[in-house]
Nanobody
């Protein structure tokens, strides 16, 4: 069973930056496409970006040019660099495979003030 631990969230002003980290247990991490999801209050959880095992990436339009996903397979860790944060980015952020087929972690809260 894979355990996911997200960290790095916080309270920032609009225009600020945060770097999120997600550490996964287990040996299958390196062969999986891993994504960052977010869930805002009253909304469904959405996949905002993912990185394939080979390193190619995808982003939803709302975060393109502002967010950057990366991974370090040696550390079983995926990162999310978030720049130019907006109040609409306020949410709990989670990582998981793109299916998703692992159990969810607790997430990390990102709050962007205007």
């Amino acid at each position: 069973q894979v355990h996911l631990v997200e960290s790095g969230g916080g309270l920032v002003q609009a225009g600020g930056s945060l770097r999120l980290s997600c550490v996964a247990s287990g040996s299958t991490f390196r062969i999986k496409a891993i994504g960052w999801y977010r869930q805002a209050p009253g909304k469904q959880r959405e996949l905002v970006t993912f990185i394939r095992a080979g390193g190619s990436t995808n982003y939803v339009d709302s975060v393109k040019g502002r967010f950057t996903i990366s991974r370090d397979n040696a550390k079983n860790t995926v990162y999310l660099q978030m720049n130019g944060l907006k109040p609409d980015d306020t949410a709990v952020y989670y990582c998981n495979t793109v299916t998703p087929d692992w159990g969810w972690g607790l997430g990390t809260q990102v709050t962007v003030s205007s």
